[in-house]
């Protein structure tokens, strides 16, 4: 795509290509070899316009009269000042900053100047701007910039105080961050429209030849930044699989304990893996930035569930695991349905790892063992298309076996070695390391 002349091409791989941020005809930021990702995740990729223009008209005199390919994102004030808002640069927060800026320019001169005749002309000019600085506060200059006077002293380097120059000025101060300048200038002119100029950048071979997608590569490099810092967030099948869990985290890794979050099931109305998965679906459609671990049981009603669940189409931030298989479990007794010859039921040893093995396999031997030395057998109950699903028996007297555990762990951290743990380890391991790879 032809979109610059050779000579131009010369300039622009020494001095580098530019994209300008305007508002109408008010430049607000321009940017040298590139694009801050927050930037471009202002604009949406069907805001892009191409037209033709001359040259001559785009670049100034001094090119060739041929046409050029100008490439630009355009929307109106209202709809980009609205974004902003639901980013989080919203109109309070960027008055509030503009307000700091505003209190700091109304400090005296420095000192080195107050004696030497050779800054008399600066400090009458700083006592003048020190003076209109004492009447502007963020809402008055929202007030003043639309019809501000555009034109500067001529024999002054300093802008004309009160010129629409002299208020951009502060907004250089406001922030790294051009959006906030940008949510400034909608409050002062919200008809007006915005404009990201990237024909340089796409002329210097900084953005794509095609840059259809880089409003939304920036919204997902934003996301993905973010990712980085927010908590991962485990769903799991139940209100116990949550509590548990986030209990062994305090107890095995309590410096972990603000990076990984169990989702609240006092906001869920119900649990099992069929919930889980369709949880998963709407956190993929929701477009969640966190890192999301979505942990299953270890057993047959899980792996139906996991049937309909297609995981290669889920973002890269949405991992699917399952607690993982234990020793304990490969050899574990199971209860039997009863029969004539059994009445009560046959108690066998079996493979439980893929049927039975929910969270209470996994909470220890020492909340697993009867008294008599004998592990709380799982019972066989309905038959799935991945097995029969069985569950551990005394469910209840588990669970406050194990929160007394956890309970002498945090009172004595010195008993941890002397209770079991490896269940537990397993699945934070699988947790912790669930984004190391792309398998779950």
């Known amino acids: ?22 508002v109408d005809s008010i430049t607000v930021g321009h940017y ?13 990729d069907d805001m892009i316009n191409y037209r033709s223009a001359r040259a001559r008209d785009y670049y100034g005199e001094g090119v060739d009269d041929e046409h050029v390919e100008v490439i630009e994102f355009r929307a109106p004030g209202q709809r980009i000042a609205d974004r902003l808002d639901v980013m989080g640069i919203d109109a309070e927060t960027a008055l509030s900053l503009l307000d700091q800026v505003i209190d700091d320019e109304r400090d005296p001169v420095d000192h080195f100047m107050l004696a030497d005749p050779e800054f008399d002309d600066l400090r009458e000019s700083a006592r003048l701007n020190r003076a209109a600085l004492e009447s502007l506060d963020a809402k008055e200059w929202v007030a003043q910039f639309p019809n501000s006077p555009t034109e500067v002293y001529a024999d002054d380097p300093w802008p004309l105080i009160g010129s629409r120059s002299w208020l951009l000025d502060l907004l250089d101060k406001v922030d790294d961050d051009d959006r906030f300048s940008l949510r400034l200038i ?3 002119l919200p008809e007006a429209e915005v404009i ?16 259809l997608k880089i409003a939304s590569g920036g919204m997902d490099e934003m996301r993905t930044v973010a990712s980085t810092h927010a908590p991962t967030v485990v769903l799991t099948e139940g209100r116990t699989d949550a509590e548990f869990l986030s209990a062994a985290l305090s107890v095995l890794h309590p410096h972990l304990t603000d990076l990984i979050r169990f989702l609240d099931f006092d906001q869920r109305n119900e649990g099992g893996a069929g919930a889980l998965v369709r949880l998963v679906r709407a956190f993929a459609a929701a477009g969640i930035a966190n890192k999301v671990v979505a942990l299953f049981d270890n057993d047959s009603a899980a792996s139906d569930a ?6 290669t189409t889920l973002p890269p931030n949405i991992r699917v695991v399952r607690y993982p298989d234990i020793d304990l479990a490969s050899t574990y007794p199971t209860l039997g349905p009863p029969t004539m010859e059994a ?36 019972q066989w109950q309905s038959l799935h298309k991945s097995g029969y699903h069985g569950v551990v028996t005394d469910k209840d007297q588990i669970h ?11 009172r004595n951290p010195s008993k941890v070695a002397e209770q079991d743990w490896d269940g537990l380890c397993r699945i934070l391991d699988k947790i912790l390391t669930a984004f190391r790879s792309s398998r779950g």
């Open 196 to 211: 990201l100029d990237v024909t340089d950048l796409v002329s210097g071979g900084w953005l794509p030849d095609q840059p």
């Open 343 to 378: 009445p009560r039921g046959s108690l066998d040893q079996a493979n439980v790892n893929g049927l039975a093995g929910s969270i209470e396999l996994y909470l220890g031997r020492d909340v697993l063992t009867l008294p008599d030395g004998a592990f709380r057998p799982v």
């Open 400 to 410: 406050e076996l194990f929160r007394a555990k956890v309970d002498a762990a945090r």
């Open 1 to 22: 795509m032809q979109m610059r002349t050779s000579r131009d091409n010369r300039q622009n791989e020494s001095m580098g290509s530019y994209g300008y941020l305007k």
């Open 186 to 188: 909608l409050l002062a």
């Open 306 to 311: 996991l049937r309909v669940l297609n995981t």
């Open 32 to 44: 040298k070899n590139g694009l801050p990702a927050e930037l471009l995740a202002v604009f949406r």
